[in-house]
Nanobody, 127 residues
Framework: QVQVADSGGDAVQVGGSLRLSCAAS????????AAWFRQAPGKEREGVAR????????YYADSVKGRFTISRDDAENTFYLQMNNLQAEDTAMYYC????????????????????WGQGTQVTVSS
């Protein structure tokens, strides 16, 4: 069973930076899709960034383009979300999710396409 552990959330001030980490283990696929989602209170879960270990286009939500960067460390099977110039509207619970490569075929990340989720890590941005 795939195991996903996300971490790195914290409370920061507007304009600050954070790096979230997602450690994956027992992944049965050679090529797979990894995504970061976030969910603020009262709002739907939205895809923030996504990449495929097989390469190809990286997805970013319009709201984070130019500020967030998704990356991976193949040796450690770990994914990262570097978040710069954080704004109050970035406050949310952030989740890492993994699934088969097909999950990266959609135009935007869709939560129901992912069956392996981290427990979530809270990011709070205040002025």
């Amino acid at each position: 069973q795939v195991q996903v552990a996300d971490s790195g959330g914290d409370a920061v001030q507007v304009g600050g930076s954070l790096r979230l980490s997602c450690a994956a283990s027992k992944v049965p696929w050679r090529v797979y899709c990894a995504a970061w989602f976030r969910q603020a209170p009262g709002k739907e879960r939205e895809g923030v960034a996504r990449l495929s270990t097989g390469g190809g286009n990286i997805y970013y939500a319009d709201s984070v383009k130019g500020r967030f960067t998704i990356s991976r460390d193949d040796a450690e099977n770990t994914f990262y979300l570097q978040m710069n110039n954080l704004q109050a509207e970035d406050t949310a619970m952030y989740y890492c999710a993994l699934d088969r490569a097909a999950a990266c075929a959609t135009s935007t990340p869709i939560p129901v396409d992912y069956t392996n989720w981290g427990q979530g890590t809270q990011v709070t941005v205040s002025s």
